[in-house]
């Protein structure tokens, strides 16, 4: 998966984690919880790893931490960033200094008042994350300085536009912010000691996390008293235990929409989130070394297809580098390549000196979810009418995480999860591929020079289309689309495409 490390999966460990949820569908699911008129109840197929917001580069972790931690800003649905533990910023005509003023009165749930020692705190603790979360997302971050108890100055080693970005995801992956009390005296792995809603009650590791209204949190309180997260691996049982009303609400594949609808109690949503499905393609093999033989294979792949044959129809939407919850960036049929040509594939591969095409090999990780086996067969056939025969390699995760790393790969699939600063769904993954070539590499900086939000947002742009134009590092392909179901009677279901479970907050029966 990109890097899931984040995010998705272009790293191998949150690849293995989300591969591992789905094999983990056998396994025997943990006692039902009933709903209750006090709060609700729902179910997660992957239980946490660990607790401690910085523990872990797993993607579902973070689906826990979202519900008791914060950030000091954060980023809205559709896409615009705004203050949450602090009430705004400003950055240093340089670009090297960003300095933060907190909200006053914000306490965590152990009594203690934020301040900014907490904050500094927070951050030079992330530099021990044992899955180098500060490098991935804070690689220019130098020190955190407090200047008194409610401002925070952040030192860069060099300008870096997309630093708020990454200070305000919503999903809190690297920003959350910790108290210094509780960091230093508790077991974090199992105990959450956040800013946010709702306050840790009990927890059963891989079983249930029970959480209460934080009486004294500073924002909007929660809609509901309780909240209960089951930890249910197995879909089938998800929705059986929805069906019977001891979940009030699941988080689920497309697959499963038939089997949900009909019901006059039951409601489904399908909502688009910006997990995306890319080939990564090594340039450092022969021919995708030129070229015209990549942009041929961009050509070759018509992405409504995909999403068709794959997903069903409703279970993917075709994308390109940047998803469409950004509303600036530009629409797939905007960007070179995106669009099926399998008349012009064949005449590049001809002027590639291929005019009786190649043959390669596309490594996967074999039935990673219910549409990747179908997608690459689809990959196949699309491929093979413009004269590019591929083999399917299905892999476990661990040889082809090992074989990304190392670039031992023609084609691979891959795919990837939310990022709230767009740059790194453009940024090449170095060691997988070729040194980024020169004008990228300009691109690249100039990007993350920008003086401003929308100037980072052009310089994206421009990044977006040399990628696609070259085809260089990535195909994205399709961003996934997820079924939030849920009993009737609630109301506040609206989950961004992010996939937040911050949203919960706002849940509660009709």
Request: glycine letters at 6%; hydrophobic letters at 35%; aromatic letters at 8%.
């Amino acid at each position: 998966m990109k890097k899931q490390h984040g995010h998705a999966f272009r790293s191998a460990a949150a690849l293995a984690a989300c591969a591992t949820a789905a094999v983990a569908a056998g396994c025997s699911p943990p006692p039902s919880g009933g709903s209750s008129s006090k709060g609700i109840t729902v179910a997660e197929t992957a239980a946490p790893s660990t607790l401690d917001p910085q523990g872990s580069a797993l993607y579902a972790d973070r689906f826990a931490w979202q519900l008791s931690y914060q950030c000091l800003m954060t980023t809205t649905p559709d896409g615009k960033i705004e203050p949450e533990l602090a009430t705004g910023y400003k950055r240093s005509p340089d670009g090297l200094t960003y300095t933060f003023d907190l909200r006053k009165n914000v306490k965590f749930q152990n009594g203690e008042t934020l301040t900014s020692a907490d904050v500094t705190y927070t951050f030079e603790r992330l530099k021990s994350s044992p899955d180098g979360i500060a490098k991935e997302l804070f690689p220019t971050f130098e020190k955190a300085v407090a200047s008194g108890d409610s401002t925070v100055v952040f030192h860069l080693s060099r300008p870096d536009a997309g630093f708020v970005n990454n200070m305000a995801n919503p999903l809190v992956w690297g920003c959350a912010v910790m108290n210094k009390k509780a960091a230093t005296s508790e077991k974090m792995a199992t105990r959450m000691v956040g800013t946010g809603p709702w306050q840790q009650d009990s927890y059963r590791p891989n079983s249930e996390l029970k959480l209460k209204r934080f009486a004294d949190y500073w924002g909007e309180k929660t809609a509901s008293e309780q909240l209960t997260v089951l930890y249910v691996p197995g879909t089938s049982t998800q929705v059986n235990d929805l069906r019977a009303g001891k979940v009030d609400l699941i988080f689920t594949a497309t697959s499963s929409a038939k089997t949900l609808s009909g019901s006059d109690k039951l409601e489904v949503k399908n909502v688009p989130t910006d997990s995306t499905i890319f080939l990564q393609v090594n340039n450092l093999t022969k021919p995708f070394d030129n070229v015209k033989v990549r942009q041929a294979l961009a050509l070759a792949l018509d992405r409504t297809g995909l999403a068709e044959h794959a997903y069903s129809g409703d279970g993917a939407r075709p994308s390109v580098y940047i998803p469409d919850s950004n509303s600036w960036a530009p629409k797939p049929a905007e960007v070179p390549n995106s669009t099926q040509n399998a008349a012009k594939a064949k005449q590049l591969l001809k002027e590639a000196g291929f005019p009786n095409g190649i043959s390669t090999e596309l490594m996967y990780i074999s039935a990673y979810d219910p549409g990747t086996n179908d997608l690459v067969a689809t990959l196949q056939d699309q491929l093979a009418k413009a004269g590019i025969k591929i083999k399917l390699d299905p892999l476990e995760v661990g040889a082809w995480a090992d074989r990304l790393g190392e670039a031992k790969y023609a084609l691979s699939w891959n795919a990837q999860s939310y990022y709230s600063n767009p740059y790194q769904y453009v940024a090449p993954a170095e060691g997988r591929q070729g040194p980024v070539p020169p004008p990228l590499k300009k691109l690249l900086d100039d990007a993350l020079s920008a003086a401003d939000p929308a100037a980072y947002e052009k310089a994206l742009v421009a990044v977006q289309q040399w990628e696609a134009e070259n085809v260089y590092p990535t195909i994205t392909l399709l961003a996934t689309n997820l079924l939030v179901a849920h009993q009737k009677e609630l109301t506040g279901v609206d989950m961004p495409a992010s996939q937040s479970r911050a949203f919960l907050a706002r849940v509660s029966r009709g």
